[in-house]
Nanobody, 125 residues
Framework: EARMVESGGGSVQAGGSLRLSCAASELTYSRDCMGWFRQAPGKEREGVAVIDRDGSTTYADSVKGRFTISKGNAKNTLDLQMNSLKREDTAMYYC???????????????????WGQGTQVTVSS
């Protein structure tokens, strides 16, 4: 059973940066679809960014140009560099993975079998 653990969340002022990491055990991440999702208070969970088996990436419109998803230098890690953070980025961030190509609808949660417990990101003005 794959286990995924997020880290790097915290509190930051608007305009600042944070880097989230996800350690994924038991996954051959080079052949897996991996992504980041988030859930703000009172809202449904939404997709943020995914990286497919071939390295192609997809971003939510709200984060394009500000966030970058990458597979880390360390084995089986997934990173999310978040720059120019806004208050509306405040949410619990989750990493997710599937041992296959990403679903056709990249942010379809049903296409991801493995989920972390989340790390909180709070952006203040």
């Amino acid at each position: 059973e794959a286990r995924m653990v997020e880290s790097g969340g915290g509190s930051v002022q608007a305009g600042g940066s944070l880097r989230l990491s996800c350690a994924a055990s038991e996954l051959t991440y080079s052949r897996d679809c991996m992504g980041w999702f988030r859930q703000a208070p009172g809202k449904e969970r939404e997709g943020v960014a995914v990286i497919d088996r071939d390295g192609s990436t997809t971003y939510a419109d709200s984060v394009k140009g500000r966030f970058t998803i990458s597979k880390g230098n360390a084995k089986n890690t997934l990173d999310l560099q978040m720059n120019s953070l806004k208050r509306e980025d405040t949410a619990m961030y989750y990493c997710a993975a599937d041992r296959s190509w990403c679903p056709a609808i990249k942010f379809d949660e049903k296409g991801y079998d493995y989920w972390g417990q989340g790390t909180q990101v709070t952006v203040s003005s």
